[in-house]
């Protein structure tokens, strides 16, 4: 890619980037945070993380709505309306993140959607500390795939469906649409 910040730079101006997805595996947040990391990877041998992005648990009280917070998975398909403009995250609770990655070391989120909870949303439980658990009906977005009409589909591990979804205002901008 061509990192806009750098184009006067004699070294540096055009780089190899990878986006890192770790995955949120314990419900209520009862672990460290699962962030996605973006790691410059021109020199194979000596790979380094440039920028993060993160959902903000406070923006939904993502915590305390059930089921895992964190990052999940990302779109695989290079296809060319969103290759190397924007990436789709999915985190659990917190539905999928449209992220604008043309200037990788500063991610930033253009657009989200959170499904609704269904009649056939399954419960996520934790332990408590004095026996038994506490259970929550929560979406769990879980994997994100994109293609080459602009469609973007988002599966629910917790039965809430499959949504077929589409970009509008500033991140529809953002992509290559013919």
Do not use: W
């Amino acid at each position: 890619m061509t990192v806009p910040e750098f184009a006067k730079m004699e070294k540096g101006r055009t780089a190899d980037f990878v986006v890192i997805v770790t995955e949120s595996t314990q419900n209520e947040c009862r672990e460290y945070r699962h962030p996605v990391f973006f790691a410059d990877i021109t020199d194979e041998k000596r790979p380094f993380s440039i920028s993060n992005f993160d959902v903000i648990e406070a923006a939904g009280n993502f915590c305390a709505r059930g089921g895992r917070f964190g990052a999940h998975a990302s779109n695989e398909s290079f296809t060319p309306i969103y290759y190397k403009r924007l990436i789709f995250v999915t985190y659990f609770n917190a539905g999928v993140r449209a992220v604008d990655i043309r200037d990788p070391y500063r991610p930033k989120e253009v657009g989200y959607y959170i499904p609704a909870i269904t009649n056939k949303t399954d419960k996520r439980c934790v332990p408590n500390p004095g026996g038994g658990e506490t259970c929550k009906v929560a979406i769990q977005s879980n994997n994100v795939e994109v293609d080459e009409r602009g469609f973007i589909y988002v599966a629910d591990r917790a039965n809430t469906g499959l949504h077929i979804l589409e970009l509008t205002d500033g991140a529809r901008a953002i992509a290559d649409f013919p």
